[in-house]
T-cell receptor
């Protein structure tokens, strides 16, 4: 079974803190994604990566950065956390084109910024 | 207008009922379509892909109407375990990296 593991299920941070969310997948997937999920807004794509050291902005990249130094690991960084970044963050991975687009998600990281 | 729109529900149905959800999308160039299921406090998981000719998987039937730009999900003989949020997902390209999610439709199946 595909496994996507997110390092922290729950985090509480203060405004202005730097936050790292780590994601690791074990299926050798090329594509990796970071989404945030908010009530009424659904899942929104923050960043994605289709190869090591490659990254592309999604729909809402402002306030976030990412790092992909190894194929299996994709990190989301909040340089200076703000209260409007309180959300559920979901990491996902998938095979590249032609594979039907199935995303495999991690269990999510619920971040609260005070 | 949102790119992918769903009625948020909740749809409250008795066990054994048939229930249908629709989802509309705005990008006429969209190429692939999916239904994901998300249980409370869990991650989304693929339920089924939606093919142009329509497809069925047990009690679940998905259909695509390109002319009217909507997809549908029909659940027959609802079970308590079908209670979840159903997410409509539209893929704008074959690389699989332009997936747009709808806000989800919540289904509650009651005894």
């Amino acid at each position: 079974d595909v496994k996507v593991t997110q390092s922290s299920r729950y985090l509480v941070k203060r405004t202005g803190e730097k936050v790292f969310l780590e994601c690791v997948q074990d299926m050798d997937h090329e594509n990796m994604f970071w989404y945030r999920q908010d009530p009424g807004l659904g899942l929104r794509l923050i960043y994605f990566s289709y190869d090591v050291k490659m990254k592309e902005k999604g729909d809402i990249p402002e306030g976030y950065s990412v790092s992909r130094e190894k194929k299996e690991r994709f990190s989301l960084i909040l340089e200076s956390a703000s209260t409007n970044q309180t959300s559920m963050y979901l990491c996902a991975s998938s095979f590249p084109q032609g594979a039907g687009g199935e995303l495999f998600f991690g269990e999510g990281s619920r971040l609260t910024v005070l | 207008r949102k790119e992918v729109e769903q009625d948020p529900g909740p749809f409250n149905v008795p066990e054994g009922a048939t229930v249908a959800f629709n989802c509309t999308y705005s990008n006429s160039a969209s190429q692939s379509f999916f239904w994901y299921r998300q249980d409370c406090r869990k991650e989304p998981k693929l339920l089924m892909s939606v093919y142009s000719s329509g497809n069925e998987d047990g009690r679940f039937t998905a259909q695509l109407n390109r002319a009217s730009q909507y997809i549908s999900l029909l659940i027959r003989d609802s079970k308590l375990s079908d209670s979840a949020t159903y997410l409509c997902v539209v893929n704008g390209n074959n690389a699989g990296n332009m997936l747009t999610f709808g806000g989800g439709t919540r289904l509650m199946v009651k005894p």
